[in-house]
């Protein structure tokens, strides 16, 4: 251990080097895993076979880390020219066991799809020093017309200097210090997890088990503090649970530790959505902070109403410690949690019949083909509302004043005519172009009103979304392992009951899929009923404003 989280290694080629410590695991002293798939042969053959991809799986993951700008897309690998199809295997196959990859992959809205009412955040690898520790209050970070968003996307694209990224922690790639899949599917003996994830079958097919009572968690009171006698400053926000109404204090950077926590524990079962992006500059001005406050209350509502996320020790832990000591106690103790990335499926015990290979597939490729489908459905909607936003905000008023100010110049023009009889004409005109001038300013404000919940309901799904392609091909992995299980079987290097024990515990992470798409399901339909219907309702309300405006302007033209 030379310190700094690296150790120095030697391999058996006698080549030394330097290893990260999250990428090592200390063995007991009989050199074998509780997890260990143990040292025979055909499991080597097995390990081996797969260690190409897994090696080329956990590079791209890498290298999809250190990327920043826009054009991160989290279905990017099944658009490939290569794949050919999105429902290809080989691209499916080609991202086992990647939930590390979930992280920054879609919260990209603001530089692709941000709304003049929107922040713009920094390049994805930004490390959160830089939240903690700068503020440029000469910027406010809140872009006030559609140039200025465009700009901030670009300045995203171009990213930071590379030794920003390098400060990102590498722990924040789980599931590359441990085997893949495989540490699943061939485990000898699965542990006897105390915290047990119980899926149940109801009317619309497997689902979770949801808690007798569910609570959501106001935050508010943003407040600024600081430290190092004010040479750090930082906001910190108030969370308040609705089950137990005792608040805790929380920053940014906390936060982004339960976002980290949650991803390694259950960013292979569960979506986990980002957090709204870090910014460098204007931090502490009004509308960043009232934005990030809203976002906020938005991503912790979403994990309230998860039941296996929000019942989970490390979430509970995060919304109920009471001093620092506990809260330090509960962090260690949820850092050191071995249950995470593939092995949560050990934690899983579906209570139905077992399932088979091509069921467990089919349902597979229904989910990878659903969420493909409505990721590039919100991305539309993202796309028209954008476009619609800057017309509502930019050409559209214009053109309305230009009525009002054309119809007031038109009024200037009569009175000079000396004529006593158009003194009530001349008026008339005059209110009628400060009524178009007057919708100018309704038009302007109105997305605020009603769009913006909308495309902020959308943004959240994106995120949702761009989390399944790990997720699925996590699935679209395991299932593949198990195909080439036969050849071990055929060669008697493992028994039929190994491969049905694998077939089993693949059909675990089938149900435990299907759960989570029930829970999705459900969510979708009662969040996008809600957000259409007002956004409807507030335009019916905006129309009608329009017209009792225009009503009350012809009302004062003479009768002739």
């Given at each position: 251990d030379i310190g700094g989280g690296w150790l120095e290694g030697k391999n058996?080629?006698?080549?030394?080097?330097?290893?990260?410590?999250?990428?090592?695991?200390?063995?007991?002293?009989?050199?074998?895993?509780?997890?260990?798939?143990?040292?025979?042969?055909?499991?080597?053959?097995?390990?081996?076979?797969?260690?190409?991809?897994?090696a080329q799986a956990s590079s791209s993951a890498v290298n999809s880390h250190n990327q920043v700008g826009s054009g991160n897309d989290p279905w990017s690998a099944w658009n490939a020219p290569k794949s050919g199809n999105w429902d290809s295997s080989d691209a499916w196959g080609s991202r086992p066991e990647a939930a590390g990859t979930q992280r920054n992959t879609a919260n990209n809205w603001d530089?692709?799809?941000?709304?003049?009412?929107?922040?713009?955040?920094?390049?994805?690898?930004?490390?959160?020093?830089?939240?903690?520790?700068?503020?440029?209050?000469?910027?406010?970070?809140?872009?006030?017309?559609?140039?200025?968003?465009?700009?901030g996307a670009a300045q995203r694209g171009g990213g930071r200097p590379a030794a920003s990224s390098m400060k990102l922690p590498l722990?924040?790639?789980?599931?590359?210090?441990?085997?893949?899949?495989?540490?699943?599917?061939?485990?000898?003996?699965?542990?006897?997890?105390?915290?047990?994830?119980?899926?149940?079958?109801?009317?619309?097919?497997?689902?979770?088990?949801?808690?007798?009572?569910?609570?959501?968690?106001?935050?508010?009171?943003?407040?600024?503090?600081?430290?190092?006698?004010?040479?750090?400053?930082?906001?910190?926000?108030?969370?308040?649970?609705?089950?137990?109404?005792?608040?805790?204090?929380?920053?940014?950077?906390?936060?982004?530790?339960?976002?980290?926590?949650?991803?390694?524990?259950?960013?292979?079962?569960?979506?986990?959505p980002s957090l709204p992006d870090k910014q460098v500059t204007g931090r502490f001005e009004e509308e960043f902070i009232k934005m990030r406050m809203e976002r906020l209350q938005a991503?912790?509502?979403?994990?309230?109403?998860?039941?296996?996320?929000?019942?989970?020790?490390?979430?509970?832990?995060?919304?109920?410690?009471?001093?620092?000591?506990?809260?330090?106690?509960?962090?260690?103790?949820?850092?050191?949690?071995?249950?995470?990335?593939?092995?949560?499926?050990?934690?899983?015990?579906?209570?139905a019949p077992d399932l088979d290979l091509i069921e467990i597939e089919q349902k597979c490729d229904a989910v990878g083909k659903f969420t493909k489908a409505m990721d590039d459905g919100v991305k539309e909607l993202l796309t028209v509302g954008q476009e619609h936003w800057k017309r509502c905000t930019g050409p559209l008023p214009k053109e309305y004043q230009k009525i009002g100010k054309a119809l007031q110049s038109l009024a200037t023009v009569f009175s000079t005519s000396g004529y006593q009889g158009e003194t009530d004409l001349n008026d008339a005109i005059t209110e009628a172009g400060k009524t178009y001038e007057e919708i100018a300013s309704l038009v302007a404000e109105q997305p605020k009103k009603d769009l913006h919940f909308l495309m902020e309901c959308s943004h959240e799904y994106r995120g949702l979304l761009g989390c399944f392609p790990d997720i699925v091909g996590a699935h679209k992995g395991a299932i593949e392992?198990?195909?080439?299980?036969?050849?071990?079987?055929?060669?008697?290097?493992?028994?039929?009951?190994?491969?049905?024990?694998?077939?089993?515990r693949v059909g675990t992470m089938s149900y435990a899929l299907q759960a989570e798409m029930n829970h999705f399901h459900s969510n979708r339909i009662y969040d996008y009923n809600s957000v259409i219907r007002l956004y409807l309702e507030q335009q019916v309300q905006f129309y009608e404003t329009i017209a009792e405006k225009l009503r009350q302007a012809l009302g004062r033209f003479p009768v002739m």
């Open positions: 058996s080629k006698g080549e030394r080097g330097l290893v990260p410590t999250d990428y090592v695991e200390i063995l007991p002293n009989d050199g074998k895993d509780q997890f260990s798939c143990g040292n025979s042969v055909a499991d080597q053959a097995f390990l081996d076979s797969l260690s190409a991809s897994t530089a692709a799809f941000g709304h003049p009412q929107a922040y713009q955040g920094p390049a994805p690898g930004d490390d959160d020093d830089w939240d903690d520790d700068w503020d440029d209050k000469s910027s406010s970070g809140y872009f006030k017309d559609a140039e200025s968003a465009e700009a722990n924040k790639f789980p599931g590359f210090a441990k085997p893949g899949m495989e540490q699943y599917l061939l485990a000898k003996q699965l542990a006897k997890p105390k915290e047990k994830i119980p899926i149940i079958v109801g009317d619309y097919g497997p689902m979770w088990v949801y808690p007798t009572s569910t609570f959501d968690c106001v935050v508010a009171d943003p407040r600024k503090g600081s430290k190092m006698y004010g040479l750090k400053s930082y906001i910190e926000y108030q969370l308040t649970p609705t089950n137990t109404n005792r608040s805790v204090n929380h920053r940014y950077k906390h936060f982004d530790w339960l976002y980290e926590r949650l991803l390694v524990k259950f960013g292979s079962a569960i979506p986990i991503w912790m509502t979403r994990m309230c109403r998860h039941p296996v996320i929000s019942e989970s020790e490390v979430f509970q832990q995060f919304l109920n410690f009471r001093d620092e000591k506990e809260w330090k106690t509960g962090k260690r103790k949820a850092e050191k949690d071995e249950l995470v990335g593939v092995m949560i499926f050990s934690t899983m015990e579906p209570e392992k198990v195909k080439e299980s036969d050849k071990l079987v055929a060669t008697s290097k493992i028994t039929p009951q190994d491969k049905q024990t694998m077939v089993k």
